[in-house]
Every structure is written in C-alpha cells, then in structure tokens.
C-alpha cells in the first residue's frame, strides 16, 4: 500500500505511515444510528415494494383479469368503426357509462299540442333531473302539465303543475338519518312499523344516491360491486391450451382461458347480494310475493333446486395475441346439454361483426348477429335474430337496423310479416358529444353535454320529513280535492 501523503510503500496492515506519521485509509467511519436506521428503512421500503409488485404482477396475469382486459379491447375497436369516426356514437355511449347524459324527446301532438320527455344527469356536479312536460306550441311556453323528479346530494323534489298553476311538490331529504327522522315523522301515526320504515328509509336513500352519483361505502350498490369483484377473482381459472380461430377470414392462434362457475357459489354468490341489497325480510317477501308469486326464500330454494341438479359450468374463452377476445364458449350444459357461444369474427374492426348462437337437445335454437355493413355513402349496422322453439316449430326472424347517409337517419324494423321505418333530419351535431334530430312528428337530442339543472321551486311544498300531522293532512287534501 502507499502512503497517500509521501508516497512511501507502506503494510498493508499498518495505521500509520512509518515516515510521515498520517493516517493510512484502512481505518473505516463508523456508521450513526441515524443512518443506520435510515438505511434499514429504505431496504424495509424496497423490499415492501417488491412484494407490491409481485402481487400486483401476479393479480394482472390472473385469468379472470385477462379475459376481463380481452372483453374491454375487443369492444373498444368499435371506436374504429365509420359511425364513430363520423359521429363519435362509440365514445358519445362511453362518456354516458361514465355518468354524464341529457336525453330528451318531443311528440308533437294534436290541437298544437306537444309531449316533451327528459332525463337529465350530471355526475360531476351530483344532479339528476327527469321530467315530462305537456305544453302548447302555439303559446311556446306555459306549461299544461308537468310531472318531475329532481335530485342532488342532499335532497329530492317531486314535484306536479298544471295549466290552472296548481302545483304542489314533495321534499325528502336524505343525507342525514333518514330513517330516525322517518320514524319520528308524521308517517309514525298511520300506523306503518319500524321495519317498514327501515325497508323505505334504505332503498329510498341508495336510489337517490345512485342517481345522483354519491354512493359511498355504506351504499348497496357498492356492496354489490365489492361482493361481486370477490366472487369473480376467487373463481377456480386457469391458462388453457392454444387454438385456432376464424377471424377475418383466416385462422388465428389464440390462447385458451378456462374459467368455472360453480353452481352452488352462484347460488351463494345471488344469496348475498339478496342480504346486502334487502335487510328487512318479511315486507320485502310480501312485495315480491305479490308481483312474481313467489317470496324469496321459495325463490332462492327453486334456485337452489336448479343448481343443486346442475355441474360446474366450464366457460372458455379466446384471447388473441393482441389480447382481444376472439370467442366465449360453453358446451353439454345441464341435462340438455346447452351449447353457447359468441364469436368476433372481425371484419374492418373485431368487432364489425358478431354472432351469437345457443342450441340444446330440445331443438331450442337461437342465432343474433350484429354486422357492420356501412359503404363509402351509407354508415348501417344491422342486427338479425332467428329463434327456434323445438324441432316441430319453424324459425321466426326479425331484423332491426339503423344508418346514416348523407344528414338522415334511418330506423328499420321487420319481423312476423310486418316491416316499420323511421326516418329523421339530423339538424345539429357535435362529434362525441351530442346529435339532435328533427323527426316527422317531433325531434330527438342525446347527448354528453348537460342542460343547466335547476333546483325547481313551487309554490306548495310539503317537506316529508320535517312536516307535522296537520301540515301532511292539509297538504294531501289540498291535493285530492283538486
């Protein structure tokens, strides 16, 4: 070793130069606490976050999640497809998904008159409005009828006027414990018990909350949404063989998915989303009583009846290697031995074409297609579905089909012998984010981009909640008198 001061070769051992006395570099810092306890704490933090990634790593090639990643870029190459391009119908359906929509249609009527009917939703500022409105077109404004729901946060209105300016409106709010203030309410003197009040109270509040956009983690639809993640990432899967497939005329290797849904977890799986959706038991029986025939403890017995005579259902799935889902398919179900399948068969985009086709030992036959037909002057998707009830019975077929050309629109329906057509003037539209039409007896306007939604006020208004007795009594004869 040499001496980092004069240069003398010095052992390699030795602390000390022999002719300068400095001190030699063998002699290490000792490390603090404080970076020793810095240091454990990155290597704790890596070490966290490798197994993070592993997890998630492993989480992204589970099956379920790759066919779930398959069915979303299938169905977004409809976005390639000559309608969207021209009219943005596919990313127009994508941002009404996300929340956000105003539909709205007019009837034009005798003696002037006109029907208007709207649905109005804004995610983003947590507002829902929908309404139908009877009007006169001579006059352009005062309303005949109107008939109306509005929402937000906190609150909803339903509301009713008429041509007289008669009009009187219903406020519930629901934000905050609805259900105490509902049994303290005047309602707690007709009589209705606690548990029908709770039945109210819940899915009242989940309704509201649903369309307004605010459910939280109380909420039964996230419940729902939560039980139903669950149940899908813990079905048994796994990566399957390989196998070739028709798609654009031509064979296509593609990997194998095989996912079973096991009868009795369906079974549990539909029993718990019962429990989470309704908690109250023998009001919520006696309503689906008196519309199916059934309560739900017979219902959920026949089901269980149903899965219990039934075996696993094996479903497969396609996946292509640009990770699109190509075909789903499930054979010999059940005693009838059911065959299933749905398939892409592609075309300008994969799914330009799709056909669907059910058959079973009974001779029950079914075959939906869906083909994008659309030319350089005409945009047209046309739906087909031919229906076999058993082997004696011929198949009946009905088509249903829309288009665009030059700035019309057309609608055409043709099944048992009869044929109806609609046809429109496309008057305004803005690509993905509305088109309105004008109609023979009327107009049409969907779209993304939200109407301001007021707040409606009227002029006799009965707050659910906060009424007394006397106020409810006065309110409601008020009403039936008129």
């Known amino acids: 070793m040499e001496c980092k001061n004069c240069g003398l070769e010095i052992d390699s051992g030795a602390d000390f130069c022999p002719n300068c006395g400095i001190q030699t570099d063998k002699t290490k810092k000792k490390w603090s606490r404080k970076k020793k306890a810095v240091t454990g704490i990155i290597i704790a933090a890596v070490f966290v976050v490798a197994i993070a990634i592993v997890v998630f790593v492993r989480f992204l ?16 190459t409809a976005a390639e497809s000559g309608i969207n391009k021209k009219y943005g119908g596919y990313d127009m359906a994508f941002s009404m998904l996300k929340g956000n929509y105003d539909v709205e249609f007019t009837y034009n009527l005798e003696n002037d008159q006109y029907l208007t009917e709207c649905v109005r939703r804004s995610k983003t500022e947590n507002k829902f409005l929908a309404y139908m409105e009877l009007g006169n077109g001579e006059e352009g404004k005062g309303l005949l009828d109107q008939v109306s729901l509005y929402a937000d946060k906190e609150t909803s209105i339903i509301g009713y006027s008429d041509k007289e300016e008669s009009e009187f409106a219903v406020q519930i709010d ?10 303290n309410s005047w309602l707690s003197m007709t009589g209705v018990d606690k548990e029908t009040m709770h039945t109210i109270a819940k899915v009242y509040a989940d309704l509201m909350e649903a369309l307004t956009g605010t459910a939280g983690k109380t909420n039964t639809f996230d419940g729902l949404y939560i039980r139903t993640k669950e149940f899908f990432l813990n079905l048994e899967a796994e990566k399957y063989d390989k196998a070739d497939f028709v798609v654009n005329g031509k064979d296509v290797k593609c990997q194998i998915y095989h996912i079973i849904f096991d009868a009795k977890d369906v079974a549990e799986y539909v029993q718990d989303c019962y429990n ?88 029950k036959e079914i075959l939906i297609t869906k083909d994008d037909i659309s030319s350089k002057d005409r945009l047209e998707i046309v739906y087909t579905c031919s229906y076999k009830e058993d082997r004696a019975s011929s198949a009946q077929d009905m088509t249903l089909s829309y288009a665009f050309e030059g700035d019309h629109f057309y609608l055409s329906c043709e099944g048992k012998g009869e044929k109806k057509e609609l ?37 006799n208004l009965l707050n659910f909640l906060n009424a007394d007795a006397l106020s409810a009594y006065s309110f409601f004869s008020g009403i039936f008198s008129k």
């Open 276 to 363: 989470i959706s309704f908690t109250t038991g023998e009001k919520v029986d006696e309503v689906l009583k008196e519309l199916t025939g059934y309560t739900m403890e017979e219902l959920f017995d026949a089901i269980e009846e149903k899965t219990d005579s039934m075996e696993d259902l094996d479903v497969y799935f396609a996946v292509n290697r640009k990770k699109q889902l190509v075909s789903i398919y499930c054979e010999n179900v059940s005693k009838d031995n059911i065959n299933m399948e749905i398939n892409f068969y592609g075309g300008d985009y994969l799914c330009d074409e799709i056909e669907f086709k059910y058959s079973d030992d009974n001779g």
């Open 174 to 183: 629901y934000a905050d414990n609805m259900e105490e203030r509902l049994n």
């Open 423 to 459: 046809s429109a003037k496309i008057t305004d539209c803005k690509k993905g984010r509305y088109i309105e039409l004008t109609l023979e007896k009327g107009m049409a306007y969907i779209g993304t981009e939200i109407k301001e939604i007021e707040k409606p006020e009227y002029k």
């Open 61 to 76: 090639f589970l099956p379920q999640v790759q066919v779930v990643e398959a069915f979303i870029n299938t169905m977004s």
